[in-house]
Structures are given as structure tokens and as C-alpha cells.
């Protein structure tokens, strides 16, 4: 059984950066594509950036630029790193993961994580 474990979020001024870890247990990581999700109050979840297990990568257009997704195939670990944050990037954010890559692209993966805040004041 796949778990995910988010660390990393917390409380920044505008301009600000975060780095999100989130660590994978329970399956063969490489074999996984991953991904952060994020959902703030009063909207619905949306994606921010998946990786695929080839490397290849695809963020939503209000990241590109400002946000960088990398992992470290060692430890298991998927990073997001949060540059030029704005209060519009406040919400709770998720690390999700399937074998399945399809599922992940459309939103509906197997395995999600607990989440872990991120609050971007002006």
C-alpha cells in the first residue's frame, strides 16, 4: 500500500519561496508517476505539475515559470520548489502518485497525501 507523507509548507510573503518535500513509502518509487495537487478554500482541486516516470513533466499555466517539481529517485522523495509565490497560490497542497500516468493527468490518481499548508500573504 502506497503512502504519502507532505512536509515543507508553512507561511511566506509574497515574493516569497517554499520548498514541499514528500516522501513515498510502500512500492517501487520509479515505477510511479507523481504529482502535486493543490485546493483552496471555496474552490476545487486542481493540478499543479506531474512528472511522469521518464522524467517528462507538465505544469499548469499559472506555475510555469515560478514552480519546479525534481525527485530524488535514493530517498523516495518528490520536491516542489515555490518561487515568486503569490497570495493566489495559497491553498492546502497534495502529493498524489499512480502506476498509472492517465489517471494522474486527469485529475483522479490512487494515492494522495495528507496535504500540507501553504499561505502566501501580500
Known amino acids: 500500500q502506497v503512502q504519502l507523507v507532505e512536509s515543507g509548507g508553512g507561511s511566506v510573503q509574497s515574493g516569497g519561496s517554499l520548498r514541499l518535500s514528500c516522501a513515498f513509502f510502500?512500492?517501487?518509487?520509479?515505477?510511479?508517476?507523481m504529482g502535486w495537487f493543490r485546493q483552496a478554500p471555496g474552490k476545487e482541486r486542481e493540478g499543479v505539475v506531474t512528472i511522469n516516470s521518464d522524467g517528462s513533466t507538465n505544469y499548469a499555466d499559472s506555475v510555469k515559470g515560478r514552480f519546479t517539481i525534481s525527485q530524488d529517485n535514493a530517498k523516495n522523495t518528490l520536491y516542489l520548489q515555490m518561487n515568486s509565490l503569490k497570495p493566489e497560490d495559497t491553498a492546502m497542497y497534495y502529493c498524489?502518485?499512480?502506476?498509472?500516468?492517465?489517471?494522474?493527468?486527469?485529475?483522479?490518481?490512487?494515492?494522495w497525501g495528507q496535504g500540507t499548508q501553504v499561505t502566501v500573504s501580500s
Open positions: 510502500g512500492a517501487a518509487y520509479s515505477s510511479y508517476c
Open positions: 498524489a502518485a499512480d502506476f498509472f500516468c492517465g489517471r494522474l493527468r486527469v485529475g483522479v490518481p490512487k494515492y
